[in-house]
């Protein structure tokens, strides 16, 4: 394949997270507003240029109270501060279809380097013939790193929320015309 524009199909991707919660659970959610900019050549990312745009007002922990509280002030500041960006800085090819996605994470008005490991999933055609790929992403942050340190601690010891932020991507895009 060769370098071309890919817009993400969103009803076909999502972008998922887990933390830990009392040091003994793990919390998932999802975001499900965001978009992105793909310039690549899928089966060679090493030259494309990623650009990521998460809604933060759209996050769903499955739980209307604790949704509004990461909306809040004391996390995400939506009012505010309604994005988180990503863009990509560099691409190292780390095994067959298989890279790591250097770029600067802007969180909370605190921009920061981060990694990503991303797999290429794969390349077709659907039923219309429109060209497909997949890619799969994961990796972590820590929330303090953006200066989000809500916090509270337990009398048994611990605190409520921890740190790191796993994250999970899935992508699914169309070639653009």
């Given at each position: 394949?060769?370098?071309?524009?890919?817009?993400?199909?969103?009803?076909?991707?999502?972008?998922?997270?887990?933390?830990?919660?009392?040091?003994?659970?793990?919390?998932?959610?999802?975001?499900?507003?965001?978009e992105a900019e793909i310039d690549a050549d899928p089966t060679?990312?090493?030259?494309?240029d990623i650009s990521f745009s998460i809604d933060l007002a759209s996050v769903d922990t499955r739980n209307n109270?604790?949704?509004?509280?990461?909306r809040s002030a004391d996390f995400f500041d939506v009012e505010n501060k309604p994005k988180m960006t990503f863009k990509s800085t560099s691409i190292s090819k780390k095994g067959d279809g298989e890279y790591t996605v250097t770029g600067d994470?802007?969180?909370?008005?605190?921009?920061?380097?981060?990694?990503?490991?991303?797999?290429?999933?794969?390349?077709?055609?659907?039923?219309?013939?429109?060209?497909k790929v997949g890619f799969s992403g994961n990796g972590a942050i820590k929330r303090s790193d953006y200066g989000l340190t809500y916090n509270a601690v337990l009398e048994t010891g611990g605190v409520l929320i921890g740190d790191e932020v796993k994250v999970s991507i899935e992508i699914e895009a169309s070639k653009q015309a």
């Amino acid at each position: 394949m060769s370098k071309a524009k890919w817009v993400v199909d969103p009803s076909h991707s999502s972008v998922d997270f887990t933390i830990k919660h009392m040091m003994i659970a793990k919390v998932k959610g999802t975001f499900h507003n965001f978009e992105a900019e793909i310039d690549a050549d899928p089966t060679d990312l090493t030259t494309a240029d990623i650009s990521f745009s998460i809604d933060l007002a759209s996050v769903d922990t499955r739980n209307n109270d604790r949704d509004g509280h990461l909306r809040s002030a004391d996390f995400f500041d939506v009012e505010n501060k309604p994005k988180m960006t990503f863009k990509s800085t560099s691409i190292s090819k780390k095994g067959d279809g298989e890279y790591t996605v250097t770029g600067d994470l802007n969180l909370n008005g605190v921009t920061r380097s981060e990694s990503f490991s991303v797999s290429f999933e794969g390349a077709g055609k659907d039923p219309w013939g429109n060209e497909k790929v997949g890619f799969s992403g994961n990796g972590a942050i820590k929330r303090s790193d953006y200066g989000l340190t809500y916090n509270a601690v337990l009398e048994t010891g611990g605190v409520l929320i921890g740190d790191e932020v796993k994250v999970s991507i899935e992508i699914e895009a169309s070639k653009q015309a």
